[in-house]
Nanobody, 123 residues
């Protein structure tokens, strides 16, 4: 079992930056692939980015490539999402997830989820 708590969301103007954090309960954090998903109002939850257990490999959805960076610190049991050049279409609740599938992009690849943090980008 792992518990995940996201933080760092907020309101930002288009073109701005935010850094999301996801703290995991102590234990086997380094044994999980970690990911960020997001869900906009009226839409399904979608994949954003994933990182492998060691942090050496990452994968992003096309719409955030070059703007978002996922990273992790296994010593701190924390995964991050640095979001730059934010756009209004990035507005969503962002969720952290932990799972066992190598660089999984589907919701079913992840068995543990945080409660989410709201990101709102104004135009």
């Amino acid at each position: 079992q792992v518990q995940l708590v996201e933080s760092g969301g907020g309101l930002v103007q288009a073109g701005g930056s935010l850094r999301l954090s996801c703290a995991a309960s102590a234990g086997t954090f380094s044994g999980y692939t970690m990911a960020w998903f997001r869900q906009a109002p009226g839409k399904e939850r979608e994949f954003v980015a994933t990182i492998n257990r060691s942090g050496s490999r990452t994968y992003y959805t096309d719409s955030v490539k070059g703007r978002f960076t996922i990273s992790r610190d296994n010593a701190k049991n924390t995964v991050y999402l640095q979001m730059n050049s934010l756009k209004p279409e990035d507005t969503a609740v962002y969720y952290c997830a932990a799972g066992g599938t190598y660089l999984g992009v589907g919701r079913s690849d992840y068995g543990y989820w945080g409660q989410g943090t709201q990101v709102t980008v104004s135009s």
